[in-house]
């Protein structure tokens, strides 16, 4: 057997490898995603102060943190006896809001630094990168940096950092925000509006002239998972039901989030520390599911009121694409939307009345409950924090379940089409074959981080490696 491998795989947050298994005559035997980072928050949180969680979970990661926050913050509510009805009007919009500002934040730095080089980078390795990008297109890089900057302002003031917010409180949010700030952050997510409409129109062109590669690149067909809206079952970052639909857009299943292990389990493979989890009642592989940009708007019926251009663009999305389509690269058109979505809602938050009550009172512990469930979307899916808790709130079970994790099984079926279309006997296995392998996980934007449950001594991102039919190193790249 040969095995091709791919290390590190690149622009990508994290640190993963891709080998190829072929036979004696070099045809595909196999594809395998390896990611080989363990971290064990979950281990280490036992024992703490549940109401300590959210402010230690952000520093699972410096991207997704906002969102680890609110997923933790949400599962403490529960576990002093609050539900999402009972956290305050002005808390629970700031909370909103500070999510969609991260959305924003994450989104930008996905199209624009990670995926776009794919498409309007350089032709090879050494210039298929971001500072290519400043050079050719320094206009378009200014205005993602300008709309990071102004994202990152809105998640300071109501985070009370930059990265690793410290904010959120059992039942209420600690952040006050005079007239002065809230007036100037609306100003800024108005500004981030207009950015976001600007990446969306200057994107279009780029997806037309690579229609082909969208609809054929890492083509797999899968159900579909995202939070809604319990009312009107409209796209929801923040709570709501989790709502699953099948490969043909119809509804499988909607739960509350506190069920979501009747309907989710989780396998293993030795060559990776990312589970694989499934739809339990279908089983594996039949039962793969994704979520993130694509997978939300598959799930969701429609954007919120509040957001209508990005309603709009779902409109034209769908009436191209259909209901629910299946193509891995269309998570990069969907990204947009939802960053369109975001700001406008960010907008919307933040011209309403921030003024009232936002905390609830000192902790009572003899309101615990012993449990907590919180469900967030984070910028690259669904993020789930479950913790169980003794009778004086300190954690004795912590299960933390990532996006990444979830969309893991159709990474590494997207990167198996990839080297079965494109591995041949005699074909030479080149850069630009294990980049198309990279760009199906980069369409994904996952954040290995938080996905990981040690560290590369050598702290390399990824690799790809091809051993021949006797299992002997022939090539690494």
Known sequence: MVELTLEPVTRIEGHAKITVDLDEEGNVKDTKLHVMEFRGFEKFLQGRPIEEVPRIVPRICGICDVQHHLAAAKACDQVFGYNDDDILPAAYKMREIMNWASVIHSHTLSFYFLSAPDFIGGKDRKTRNVFQIIKDYPELAGKALELRRHAQDIITTIGGRPIHQVSNTPGGITTELTDEVQAEDLEKAKRCLELSWDTWEAAQPIFEENLDLIKTLGYVETYHTGLVDKKDGSWDMYNGNVRMVDKEGKEYAEFAPQDYTDYIAEGVKPYSWLKFPYIKDIGYPEGVYRVAPLSRLNACKKMPDAAPKAQE???DFRATFGQCP??????????????????????????????????????DRSQITGEGVGIVEASRGTLTHHYKTDENGLVTEANIVVATVQNNPAMEMGIQQVANTYIKPGVEVDDKIFNLMEMVIRAYDPCLSCATHQLDTQMRLSTVEVYDHMGNLVKKI
Do not use: M, W, Y
Not at 341 to 356: I, K, N, P, R
């Open 313 to 315: 663009l779902l409109n």
């Open 326 to 363: 299946q193509e891995t690269l269309l998570f990069h058109p969907a990204r947009l939307i939802e960053l369109v979505a975001s700001a406008e809602l960010a907008v919307d938050g933040l011209e309403g009345d921030l003024s009232g009550e936002k905390r609830p009172g000192a902790i």
